[in-house]
């Protein structure tokens, strides 16, 4: 009889995007992604953090000040990460889903829609009442990407070696 308890496909994966969220090296917010495939592979990963090549000890990360001295302008986020991470080949991320640890804005929106997922599942909406996320559930509405919310589950699992 095989073994009950084993984490869900949801579970998995946002494991995954909440592991990936612990390599970003700002000191507010720390945001994974990882995008699977229809048959539940993992395609690829990201998290926030400064584009590659640039220096994370001269970059700014602070949140307040000159948009120039704050990491707004710099940091790539997590699903748009993930979408440029992504070395499929001659594949595509085509009817592919995202979890992703918090709602994407609406620039990751744009990318997501462009590259061809389908869904996106999300572990918080703590902006939810922002114009970037408000846009962003506009435009997912309009071509018809699914979004909902992560759901914890009720068990406590445990590992038998």
Not at 15 to 26: I, P, Q, T
Not at 115 to 129: H, N
Not at 150 to 156: A, G, I, R, S, W
Request: with cysteine; hydrophobic share 35%; glycine share 8%.
């Amino acid at each position: 009889m095989k073994r009950e308890g084993y984490l869900s496909w949801d579970a998995y994966f946002m494991g995954v995007a909440l592991l990936s969220a612990e390599r970003s090296k700002d000191n507010n917010t720390q945001v994974g992604s990882c995008i699977v495939s229809q048959d539940n592979k993992i395609l690829s990963m990201g998290y926030n953090g400064m584009p590659t090549g640039c220096n994370d000890d001269r970059m700014p990360w602070d949140r307040i000040g000159d948009p120039l001295n704050t990491k707004y302008l710099y940091v790539c986020h997590a699903e748009l990460n993930a979408i440029l991470n992504y070395s499929g080949g001659s594949g595509s991320l085509k009817g592919a889903r995202i979890y992703t640890t918090l709602f994407p804005c609406n620039e990751c929106t744009k990318a997501i829609i462009q590259s061809g997922i389908r869904e996106v599942i999300y572990y918080s909406d703590k902006y939810a009442d922002s114009d970037s996320t408000i846009a962003a559930k506009r435009m997912f509405d309009m071509v018809g990407i699914r979004y909902r919310q992560y759901q914890l589950e009720d068990k406590t699992l445990t590992l038998t070696l």
